[in-house]
């Protein structure tokens, strides 16, 4: 089991910066395929960025190459996601997932078998 919580969404202007956090409990944190998931009004849920558990691999969405980072830190159970130059477009709720398995796509959302709880992040023009 993990479980996983949030932190670090809130309110920035066009060209701001936020950082996300998501902090996991449960001992198969470092084997496990970390991602970041946003969900806009009256939209899917779609693919931010992901993070492999063996050499940390970051992927990334086309919408957000070049602006977001994602790390990890397993000695801390932490992944983050580090977002520049926001846009009013990446307004939504951002929820941290984790593949427990370790071998799936991490762009896939029915690869992750635990999520958080969400963070809003609204960006204005």
């Known amino acids: 089991q993990v479980q996983l919580v949030e932190s670090g969404g809130g309110l920035v202007q066009a060209g701001g910066s936020l950082r996300l956090s998501c902090v996991a409990s449960?001992?198969?944190?470092?084997?496990?395929?970390m991602g970041w998931f946003r969900q806009a009004p009256g939209k899917e849920r779609e693919f931010v960025a992901g993070?492999?558990?063996?050499?940390?691999?970051?992927f990334y969405a086309d919408s957000v190459k070049g602006r977001f980072t994602i790390s990890r830190d397993n000695a801390k159970n932490t992944v983050v996601l580090q977002m520049n130059n926001l846009k009013p477009e990446d307004t939504a709720v951002y929820y941290c997932?984790?593949?427990?398995?370790?071998?799936?796509?991490?762009?896939?959302?029915?690869?992750?078998?635990?999520w958080g709880q969400g963070t809003q992040v609204t960006v204005s023009s």
């Open positions: 993070i492999t558990w063996k050499r940390s691999i970051p």
């Open positions: 449960g001992r198969t944190f470092s084997t496990s395929g």
């Open positions: 997932a984790a593949d427990g398995s370790g071998t799936k796509i991490l762009s896939y959302l029915a690869s992750y078998d635990y």
